[in-house]
């Protein structure tokens, strides 16, 4: 699922940011213009496949994409280049993260849900089109608040901190049937994937709810549904703005 949605939405992004302005500001990426988004998404591929490949710590890409009529090919190339680098290294060989050593799978898993929201960026910029499948989009709401746990864990996004409490509960409805709920603790939040009652519940398609955790649209949005303290889902989302 996740070569094939990287490949997917990679190249939707190509095709997107390759018909746009590319000094069009992208809105929910404040200063950043589709070029910058553009290379934004192929340094991190680079980046990435690097990692996989040295299995250490890679020095930022500073590759360029060129001229915009050769975009869809340095896009494309990045994140073939990444996929062939994981068939090579092996999908369970450890690797260096931010996060520790991990399997080199979750370079793919990273750069796929980061790919898939820059994807949207790019679609509510132009006015283009975009879907993201309800198993890819749950996926990266795990994803989500398991980078949130990290970055609490590794002290790397001071805001994250904010997020320790006393038993506060933050329950992700999908209307596909999966649910997240999320807890203060005094050492951070931990999460279940079990039903039952919380202090501020959303509701939403797996892609609405993603959308919402990534600030790409608001709890105020008609397609979500918020019901108890909304204060608690605000601060959520304000602490976890990675």
Not at 134 to 145: F, K, N, P, Q, R
Request: aromatic content about 4%.
């Amino acid at each position: 699922m996740l070569a094939q949605a990287l490949l997917a939405h990679t190249d939707t992004l190509a095709t997107t940011a390759s018909l746009a302005d590319p000094d069009a500001l992208v809105p929910t990426c404040p200063e950043w213009t589709i070029r910058r988004l553009v290379t934004h998404v192929g340094q991190a591929h680079r980046y990435s496949t690097t990692a996989v490949r040295t299995h250490q710590a890679a020095p930022a890409s500073t590759a360029d994409p060129g001229p915009q009529q050769n975009w869809r090919t340095w896009l494309t190339g990045g994140a073939e280049d990444l996929l062939a680098a994981l068939r090579t290294t092996g999908p369970d060989t450890e690797v260096w993260t931010r996060f520790g050593t991990r399997r080199a799978l979750f370079w793919l898993r990273r750069m796929t849900h980061d790919t898939v929201v820059h994807n949207v960026d790019a679609a509510l910029t132009t006015g283009a089109e975009f879907k993201i499948e309800d198993s890819l989009a749950a996926d990266g709401i795990t994803e989500y608040l398991e980078l949130a746990i990290a970055r609490i864990a590794a002290g790397l996004l001071p805001s994250v901190e904010r997020l320790r409490g006393d038993g506060e509960t933050i329950r992700l409805n999908a209307t596909t049937g999966q649910t997240w709920l999320i807890t203060r603790t005094s050492t951070g939040i931990s999460t279940d994937l079990v039903a039952g009652q919380a202090d501020v519940t959303a509701t939403g398609s797996p892609q609405d709810l993603l959308l919402l955790l990534t600030r790409r649209t608001s709890q105020n949005a008609p397609q979500i549904a918020v019901t108890g303290g909304q204060e608690l889902l605000e601060h959520l989302l304000a602490s976890t703005d990675f």
